[in-house]
């Protein structure tokens, strides 16, 4: 069983902070994906990383897949309180069923006024 | 503006009822999941299907059924619920997973008393 092993899997910070969250594994991805998930709701895709050292930025959030298709970061600059939520990382593993993602455990992000 | 759709979204109920948890997509997406999940924590797959007339058990055991026999309509079923049954539901829906990611529902908050 392949595992994605997400950290910290909670933190909680002032308004204006940085900060990275990690997604990791032992096995190669062909495709990662970051999703946010707000109290009440599902998960919503924020970004697929597909090439092995590849940076996507979205606004303040910068996602970078490791060079060895095995990791990935999560990093927010200047934090705000409508960051708050579930951040979760989903791979789709090399050589396995494209069909179904494995998830990790998620990130819980409290951003404090 | 979501494309796939779950009701009711919260539902309380006594125990021994049945109940139908209802998802629907307008995509035309072959592959629908059902996972549960407990706020703020991880999500667990309980069943997917791959086509119409294709159901599988996920990796956590449920006592819930399935049926996919429309495209768009992948319906879960508890014939005698339980207070252990209480968690929130979320519906999936995916072209290529590895490509496009889910798409997932609102979810379906279920308390059984």
């Known amino acids: 069983t392949q595992l994605l092993e997400q950290s910290p899997q909670f933190l909680s910070i002032q308004e204006g902070e940085n900060l990275t969250v990690y997604c990791n594994s032992s096995s190669v991805f062909s495709s990662l994906q970051w999703y946010r998930q707000e109290p009440g709701e599902g998960p919503v895709l924020l970004v697929t990383v597909v090439t092995g050292g590849e940076v996507k930025k979205l606004k303040r959030l910068t996602f970078q897949f490791g060079d060895a298709r095995k990791d990935s970061s999560l990093h927010i600059t200047a934090a705000q309180p409508g960051d708050t939520g579930l951040y979760l990382c989903a791979g789709a593993y090399s050589g396995g069923s494209n069909y179904k993602l494995t998830f990790g455990k998620g990130t819980l992000l409290t951003v404090n006024p | 503006e979501a494309d796939i759709y779950q009701t009711p979204r919260y539902l309380v109920i006594g125990t021994g009822k049945k109940i139908t948890l209802e998802c629907s997509q307008t995509m035309g997406h072959d592959k629908m999941y059902w996972y549960q999940q407990d706020p703020g924590m991880e999500l667990h797959l309980i069943h997917y299907?791959?086509?119409?007339?294709?159901?599988e058990k996920g990796d956590l055991s449920s006592e819930s059924t399935v049926s996919r026999i429309r495209t768009e309509h992948f319906p879960l079923t508890l014939e005698s619920a339980r207070p252990s049954h209480t968690s929130q539901y979320l519906c999936?829906?995916?072209?290529?997973?590895?490509?496009?990611?889910?798409?997932f529902g609102s979810g379906t908050r279920l308390t059984v008393v």
């Open positions: 999936a829906s995916s072209e290529s997973p590895g490509v496009y990611g889910y798409t």
């Open positions: 299907s791959y086509g119409v007339n294709s159901t």
